[in-house]
Nanobody
Framework: QVQLVESGGGSVQAGGSLRLSCVAS????????MAWLRQVSGKEREGVAG???????RYADFVEGRFTISRDNAKNTLDLQMNSLKPEDTAMYYC?????????????????????WGQGTQVTVSS
């Protein structure tokens, strides 16, 4: 049974940092393309960062240079290091496993592209 469980969210002031973690179970995390997405209430989920099965990374323009996605194959976890946080980064953050075998661009990601999701972890950035 595939499960994804996120942790690490919280409240932080602008300019601060948070590290999100996603523990995968039921499969080997390095065998699939993975991503972090976020959602603000009333809006569609948007891609934040992605990592391919072979370890390549991609980022949305709005987080480029501030966020880093990484994977620990030994622990079967996916992390998102978030630095220089801004109030507009406030959202529910989800890790997800991509459905299709082709690694998709961040800008084109939609909820339908993913077959498994975590429950989400809230990130709140105050000014």
């Amino acid at each position: 049974q595939v499960q994804l469980v996120e942790s690490g969210g919280g409240s932080v002031q602008a300019g601060g940092s948070l590290r999100l973690s996603c523990v995968a179970s039921g499969y080997t995390i390095s065998s699939h393309h993975m991503a972090w997405l976020r959602q603000v209430s009333g809006k569609e989920r948007e891609g934040v960062a992605g990592i391919s099965a072979d370890g390549r990374t991609r980022y949305a323009d709005f987080v480029e240079g501030r966020f880093t996605i990484s994977r620990d194959n030994a622990k079967n976890t996916l992390d998102l290091q978030m630095n220089s946080l801004k109030p507009e980064d406030t959202a529910m953050y989800y890790c997800a496993r991509q459905r299709v075998s082709r690694w998709l661009s961040i800008a084109s990601l939609s909820s339908a592209d993913f077959s498994y999701w975590g429950q989400g972890t809230q990130v709140t950035v105050s000014s």
